[in-house]
């Protein structure tokens, strides 16, 4: 399934003060992790939004739309395929010489869609719902009250097993 473990803040959003941004948290401790379509991603320290690359800057609601307009924020995840000019250790040089293998590592990125759901995911992606942020008309700072977390939370096996194991004992 997707989610984060119970109990753990990882890819939390937060409101920076007097910012048109967020801050996507880690966790204590870190590195916080999130299970996205089978992947499981990880962030090891906390990040704001628009620091990510390749991310939109956030725009202010303005007359033209809803007010207040809901934005949706999700996680996008993939697996990023990595070849031996980002490690050389698949170049095999002390042994053949010459590039084996290719491997995978997943890779994220937290967007925001405007106005809108969460879009369906390109092929090869998934997508997972982190919060919500409702914004009125004409205010450029995002609030901690205008954010509503989304996350669910999965229970590790090991605690699945902990409390079968207690209702046993009951019954």
Same mark, same amino acid.
Do not use: C, G, Q, T
């Given at each position: 399934g997707n989610g984060t473990a119970v109990g753990v803040a990882g890819f939390a959003v937060q409101a920076i003060p007097a910012a048109n941004d967020f801050r996507i948290a880690a966790g204590v401790p870190a590195p916080g992790t999130c299970l996205v379509g089978g992947i499981e991603v990880k962030i090891a320290a906390d990040i704001n939004y628009s620091a990510q690359a390749g991310v939109p800057a956030l725009t202010t609601p303005d007359a033209t739309q809803p007010d207040p307009r809901t934005d949706a924020v999700f996680l996008d995840a993939w697996l990023d395929d990595v070849d031996g000019v980002e490690d050389a250790e698949l170049l095999? $040089? $002390?042994?053949i010489g010459m590039q084996t293998s290719v491997r995978q590592r997943p890779a994220w990125r937290v967007r925001v869609a405007e106005g809108v759901a969460v879009p /369906?995911? /390109?092929a090869g992606h998934f997508h997972y719902a982190l919060a919500?942020?409702?914004r009125p008309r004409n205010n450029a700072q995002i609030t901690g009250a205008m954010i509503t977390d989304l996350r669910q939370t999965i229970t590790a096996l090991a605690d699945v097993g902990s409390r079968l194991a207690f209702m046993e004992q009951v019954l």
């Open positions: 095999n $040089s $002390s042994d /369906a995911p /390109a919500r942020i409702v």
